[in-house]
T-cell receptor
Framework: AQSVSQHNHHVILSEAASLELGCNYS??????LFWYVQYPGQHLQLLLK????DPLVKGIKGFEAEFIKSKFSFNLRKPSVQWSDTAEYFC???????????WGAGTKLIIKP | ETGVTQSPTHLIKTRGQQVTLRCSSQ?????VSWYQQALGQGPQFIFQ???????GRGNFPPRFSGLQFPNYSSELNVNALELDDSALYLC??????????????FGPGTRLTVT
């Protein structure tokens, strides 16, 4: 069965630290990849997406992610985090021609001011 | 542009009862997907509706059913509620056939508690 793994359930960083959240998926075909963010008290918002083309994609608020097909990975990065990045981050995958999103369990990120 | 809305925001039901949750899709979108998010977990796909028909279903029993209306709004019905049905139910809308067709926009969710 297709699945998405997020390696860290909780991450605590200080402001200005660099961030990398891991995401691996199990599916052998073409996929579309997403990172969603849920800020405290808010609903899920799309952070960035990869459909095709340049495997390094940039999203909102300085986030970026790199698709490495050989590693089935789509890790999220940010060079310098801010307190306002405190949120829960979800990686999601949808196999091509299938609109069902398959989600990781999420990573709760806490940024200490 | 109107975002995805869901009602009610919170609901408390008793085991064995039935519940209906509602979702209005974002303006211009024609597809609605429903997800269940248990505490501490990622969302799980329940089903998707496109052109008023079910267009894919996750691993949920038949007591989870849905409808999509001509205006693309949707309902999720759950019969014979069980304690494990307690969760946040998320609705997401998207535009199938448009660009980008895989991008889903989420509502705030309905928090269902079954006692």
């Amino acid at each position: 069965a297709q699945s998405v793994s997020q390696h860290n359930h909780h991450v605590i960083l200080s402001e200005a630290a660099s961030l990398e959240l891991g995401c691996n998926y199990s599916y052998g075909g073409t996929v579309n990849l997403f990172w969603y963010v849920q800020y405290p008290g808010q609903h899920l918002q799309l952070l960035l997406k990869y459909f095709s083309g340049d495997p390094l994609v940039k999203g909102i608020k300085g986030f970026e992610a790199e698709f490495i097909k050989s590693k089935f990975s789509f890790n999220l990065r940010k060079p310098s985090v801010q307190w306002s990045d405190t949120a829960e981050y979800f990686c999601a995958v949808t196999p091509d021609s299938n609109y069902q999103l398959i989600w990781g369990a999420g990573t709760k990120l806490i940024i200490k001011p | 542009e109107t975002g995805v809305t869901q009602s009610p925001t919170h609901l408390i039901k008793t085991r064995g009862q039935q519940v209906t949750l509602r979702c209005s899709s974002q303006s211009g979108h024609n597809t609605v997907s429903w997800y269940q998010q248990a505490l501490g977990q990622g969302p799980q796909f329940i089903f998707q509706y496109y052109r008023e028909e079910e267009n894919g279903r996750g691993n949920f029993p038949p007591r989870f059913s849905g409808l999509q209306f001509p205006n693309y709004s949707s309902e999720l019905n759950v019969n014979a509620l069980e304690l494990d049905d307690s969760a946040l139910y998320l609705c997401a809308s998207s535009l199938v056939g448009g660009i980008p067709s895989y991008e889903q926009y989420f509502g705030p969710g309905t928090r269902l508690t079954v006692t």
